[in-house]
């Protein structure tokens, strides 16, 4: 395994998907994979001497579609994310998203169990997982976990949340422009919030070799919206997310937004041939872009937002039977974890 490291050069931002006109207020939001696919192609085309056109798609050889592929398929180019890291006198840290059944009992983290109890869940009945405790019980407020800490709670010990401190979100005014000039529209005044990153940025995972040769050619990319720089490079990653656990009650914690027939879960409410018992933090978001190349909106998807917890009826054979239930599976959609988790 591989991380790929993307680390603005200045402020960058991923608009939330909503129209946007004079006088809106956009929010930046933690990205999807997309982005981070389309600045690396348009990278690489433009390191190979394809001409790009605004609202054109580009003239590839067979070659380069193969490698490059399109808003349907990755070709060779495989990436899976984006999390966040920081980076301090040379030491990194690799933060995911942290599990929802996480809470608060006495200032220890918890993960909730799972009882008999039945609820709704869309149109599924599954089990309750709940919080057994009434007192000294409060909410995690940290929305990520760091590598080292998610490794011990995959061993069933102590563990902690932590929020990454190298980023903050801004607010900037900007005016539109009129299409093929640089003046300003009359009445295009706009604000939208950015990330500032101090001392780290996003980084992707990768297992594919061809993707490591190929952008480790690369200096860096123009990442979301308004392009900003952002330097690029690759390093070994020495972690192994579908390493089983030792207990015989097994979850997934979704790392990536997932894309499921039936809503928060695929339409046969299992992955594969494992039942799903309980579903915990499965949360709506919303997952679309524009399409440069031909000057339109991209589909626009409910998905399933990182951090959501599936308690399942048994293991899983092979960690495909997961990721393939997820549309946009190709581009890292439904990359998961396993952790444990008691009865109740």
Same mark, same amino acid.
């Given at each position: 395994m591989y991380a790929v490291y993307f680390e603005p050069e200045e402020w960058v931002s991923f608009r939330e998907a909503r129209r946007f006109g004079a006088g809106d207020v956009a929010r930046t939001t933690l990205p999807t994979a997309l982005p981070f696919y389309g600045a690396v192609r348009t990278a690489l085309m433009a390191k190979k001497g394809v001409h790009l056109d605004y609202h054109k798609q580009p003239s590839l050889s067979e070659d380069l579609k193969e490698l490059l592929g399109d808003e349907n398929h990755p070709g060779k180019i495989k990436l899976y994310g984006p999390f966040v890291f920081t980076q301090c006198n040379g030491v990194k840290k690799h933060?995911?998203?942290a599990p929802k059944n996480v809470y608060l009992k006495e200032g220890t983290y918890k993960l909730m169990p799972c009882s008999s109890f039945k609820t709704k869940?869309?149109?599924?009945?599954?089990?309750?997982?709940?919080?057994?405790?009434?007192?000294?019980?409060?909410?995690?407020?940290?929305?990520?976990?760091?590598?080292?800490?998610?490794?011990?709670?995959?061993?069933?010990?102590?563990?902690?949340?932590?929020?990454?401190?190298?980023?903050?979100?801004e607010s900037r005014t900007g005016i539109a422009l009129e299409k093929a000039s640089k003046r300003g529209?009359?009445?295009?005044?706009?604000?939208?919030?950015?990330?500032?990153?101090?001392? /780290? *940025? &996003?980084?992707?995972? #990768?297992?594919?070799?061809?993707? $490591?040769?190929?952008?480790?050619?690369?200096?860096?990319v123009f990442l979301g919206s308004k392009q900003r720089w952002a330097r690029v490079w690759v390093e070994k990653f020495s972690f192994d997310f579908f390493e089983d656990v030792s207990s015989e009650n097994v979850a997934l914690l979704l790392l990536?937004?997932?894309?499921?027939? /039936? *809503? &928060?879960?695929?339409? #046969?409410?299992?992955?594969?041939? $494992?039942?799903?018992?309980?579903?915990?933090g499965a949360r709506k978001m919303v997952v679309s872009g524009w399409d440069i190349a031909n000057g339109h909106p991209k589909t626009m998807y409910h998905a399933v937002s990182p951090g959501a917890v599936y308690y399942l009826r048994g293991k899983l054979k092979d960690p495909k039977e997961v990721m393939s239930e997820s549309f946009l599976n190709q581009f890292g959609f439904g990359l998961f974890t396993y952790i444990p988790y008691e009865n109740f």
């Open positions: 933060f995911f998203p869940v869309g149109d599924f009945e599954l089990d309750l997982a709940w919080i057994p405790d009434v007192k000294n019980v409060d909410e995690a407020e940290e929305q990520y976990i760091e590598l080292d800490e998610l490794k011990k709670l995959k061993r069933g010990e102590s563990f902690k949340l932590e929020n990454p401190s190298n980023f903050e979100v529209q009359e009445g295009m005044l706009y604000s939208v919030s950015v990330y500032r990153f101090k001392n /780290g *940025g &996003f980084f992707m995972l #990768t297992d594919s070799e061809d993707t $490591v040769n190929e952008i480790s050619k690369l200096d860096g990536t937004p997932a894309i499921y027939s /039936g *809503g &928060f879960v695929p339409r #046969t409410g299992r992955f594969g041939s $494992v039942e799903i018992r309980a579903v915990v």
